[in-house]
């Protein structure tokens, strides 16, 4: 049987701490015991970590954290389950990670501390798409970006919020999609520093609506744009959402195509655009012939 590893003899101390008694009413001493059996987890989950056994280490994180609740200490209780979801990141045991996270997340709440709840939500979103959960991925940016505003971290909210209609559209649930655009459209008008992407913006929105074979309110949204913005329909990307209504609207695949290739030319088509346009055409060949 091959010699016990540091982390391991670490592991076992904080075992047997956790497990000693410390007789009746004895609440003083029964603190020590988890904040000591807490102290010696840390210790195993680090020694862990350094022989990559990040698994482990995950595991006697949860370990310490557990102790810490114990011991009333909330904040380092928050920072133990943060510890863990890394360990877990490490070792691909991304639901893991996401239960650690969301503990986290817990104690930040309880202590006030939105702008790190925030933080770590974001980072349950990301752990979310990474395994294609889209949803649950929207849900947590949307989350995330509701405690950002709270804290006036609008430039970070607004960019959960565009992450969670990008989703919003995937999942080819277009209402909220554009509600969503629009949402960080209105944010970024208000300051000179973010005016200018908000073109991007309304453009995703419309195409959400072709996507939903809503010429009618991508119209109606085209106006509404240029009511916020007055300089909106000379731009590239308002120009390119009418040619694709009166492509649509005409069932015209040729010029459809034609309007795609120029906005290709001078603005790249990003993966999300040419997926969303191929679902528009796609609806296009679809429609019923009227001869």
Same mark, same amino acid.
């Given at each position: 049987?091959?010699?016990?590893?540091q982390?391991?003899i670490?592991?076992?101390?904080? !075992?047997?701490?956790?497990?000693?008694?410390?007789?009746?009413?004895?609440?003083?001493?029964?603190?020590?015991?988890?904040?000591e059996?807490?102290?010696?987890?840390?210790? $195993?989950?680090?020694?862990?970590?350094?022989?990559?056994?990040?698994?482990?280490?995950?595991?006697?994180?949860?370990?310490?954290?557990?102790?810490?609740?114990?011991?009333?200490?909330?904040?380092?209780?928050?920072?133990?389950?943060?510890?863990?979801?890394?360990?877990?990141?490490?070792?691909?045991?991304?639901?893991?990670?996401?239960?650690?996270?969301?503990?986290?997340?817990?104690?930040?709440?309880?202590?006030?501390?939105?702008?790190?709840?925030?933080?770590?939500?974001? !980072?349950i979103?990301?752990?979310?798409?990474?395994?294609?959960?889209?949803?649950?991925?929207?849900?947590?940016?949307?989350?995330?970006?509701?405690?950002y505003?709270?804290?006036?971290?609008?430039?970070?909210?607004?960019?959960?919020?565009?992450?969670?209609?990008?989703?919003?559209?995937?999942?080819?649930?277009?209402?909220?999609?554009?509600?969503?655009?629009?949402?960080?459209?209105?944010?970024?008008?208000?300051?000179?520093?973010?005016?200018?992407?908000?073109?991007?913006?309304?453009?995703? $929105?419309?195409?959400?609506?072709?996507?939903?074979?809503?010429?009618?309110?991508?119209?109606?949204?085209?106006?509404?744009?240029?009511?916020?913005?007055?300089?909106?329909?000379?731009?590239?990307?308002?120009?390119?959402?009418?040619?694709?209504?009166?492509?649509?609207?005409?069932?015209?695949? !040729?010029?459809?195509?034609?309007?795609?290739?120029?906005f290709?030319?001078?603005?790249?088509?990003?993966?999300?655009?040419?997926?969303i346009?191929?679902?528009?055409?796609?609806?296009?060949?679809? !429609?019923?012939?009227?001869?």
């Amino acid at each position: 049987m091959p010699p016990k590893s540091q982390a391991d003899i670490l592991l076992d101390k904080a !075992e047997k701490k956790l497990g000693k008694s410390d007789g009746w009413f004895s609440f003083a001493s029964s603190t020590t015991k988890f904040e000591e059996a807490g102290d010696l987890f840390q210790q $195993a989950a680090n020694a862990y970590k350094i022989d990559r056994e990040f698994s482990k280490a995950g595991e006697a994180f949860a370990k310490e954290a557990e102790c810490r609740e114990n011991a009333k200490e909330s904040n380092d209780a928050a920072n133990a389950f943060w510890n863990a979801a890394k360990a877990f990141k490490q070792a691909k045991a991304g639901d893991l990670a996401v239960q650690a996270l969301q503990q986290t997340v817990v104690h930040l709440t309880k202590g006030g501390r939105f702008r790190q709840a925030a933080d770590r939500e974001k !980072e349950i979103a990301q752990i979310y798409l990474q395994d294609g959960l889209l949803g649950k991925a929207c849900e947590s940016y949307v989350r995330a970006g509701d405690w950002y505003s709270q804290e006036d971290a609008n430039a970070t909210a607004n960019a959960c919020f565009k992450d969670a209609a990008d989703l919003h559209a995937q999942l080819e649930e277009y209402g909220p999609a554009i509600s969503r655009y629009e949402q960080v459209a209105e944010h970024s008008l208000s300051s000179a520093l973010t005016k200018y992407s908000v073109k991007e913006y309304w453009l995703r $929105a419309g195409l959400c609506a072709l996507a939903n074979s809503d010429t009618v309110t991508a119209k109606r949204n085209m106006s509404k744009y240029a009511s916020l913005d007055v300089s909106f329909p000379t731009t590239r990307e308002a120009k390119f959402i009418n040619a694709l209504i009166e492509a649509v609207e005409a069932g015209d695949q !040729e010029s459809f195509t034609a309007a795609c290739v120029d906005f290709d030319k001078v603005m790249k088509l990003d993966n999300w655009k040419t997926s969303i346009l191929l679902k528009i055409k796609k609806n296009i060949d679809e !429609e019923p012939s009227l001869t």
